[in-house]
Nanobody, 121 residues
C-alpha cells in the first residue's frame, strides 16, 4: 500500500505565497507522474500542475507564471510553490502519484487526503 501525505496549506492574503509538500511512502518501486489538483466548493476537481519523473512540467493556464511544481525523487516528494496567490486559488489541494510497487507490477494512481488553501482578499 502507498500513502500520500500533504502539508503546507493554510490561510494567506492575496499576493502572498504558500508551499505545498506531498510525501509518498509505503510499497514504492518507482513513481512516474506526480501532480497537484484542486477542488473549490461546488466545482469539479481540476489539474493544477503535473511533473514527470524526468522533470517535464505542465500547468493549467490560470496558474502559469505564478505556481511552480518540483519533485525530489530521492524523497518521493512533490512540491507546489504558489506565489501571487489570488482569492480564486482558494480550494482543497490534492496530490496524486502514479506508482509502481514492484519491478514487474502494474502502475496505480494514489491520492493524498487534501490540504486546504484559503486566500483572503
Amino acid at each position: 500500500q502507498v500513502q500520500l501525505v500533504e502539508s503546507g496549506g493554510g490561510l494567506v492574503q492575496a499576493g502572498g505565497s504558500l508551499r505545498l509538500s506531498c510525501a509518498a511512502s509505503g510499497s514504492i518501486f518507482s513513481i512516474n507522474n506526480m501532480g497537484w489538483y484542486r477542488q473549490a466548493p461546488g466545482k469539479q476537481r481540476e489539474l493544477v500542475a503535473a511533473i514527470t519523473s524526468g522533470g517535464s512540467t505542465n500547468y493549467d493556464d490560470s496558474v502559469k507564471g505564478r505556481f511552480t511544481i518540483s519533485r525530489d525523487n530521492a524523497k518521493n516528494t512533490v512540491y507546489l510553490q504558489m506565489n501571487s496567490l489570488k482569492p480564486e486559488d482558494t480550494a482543497d489541494y490534492y496530490c496524486r502519484a502514479d506508482v509502481r510497487s514492484s519491478r514487474f507490477g502494474g502502475r496505480y494512481n494514489y491520492w493524498g487526503q487534501g490540504t486546504q488553501v484559503t486566500v483572503s482578499s
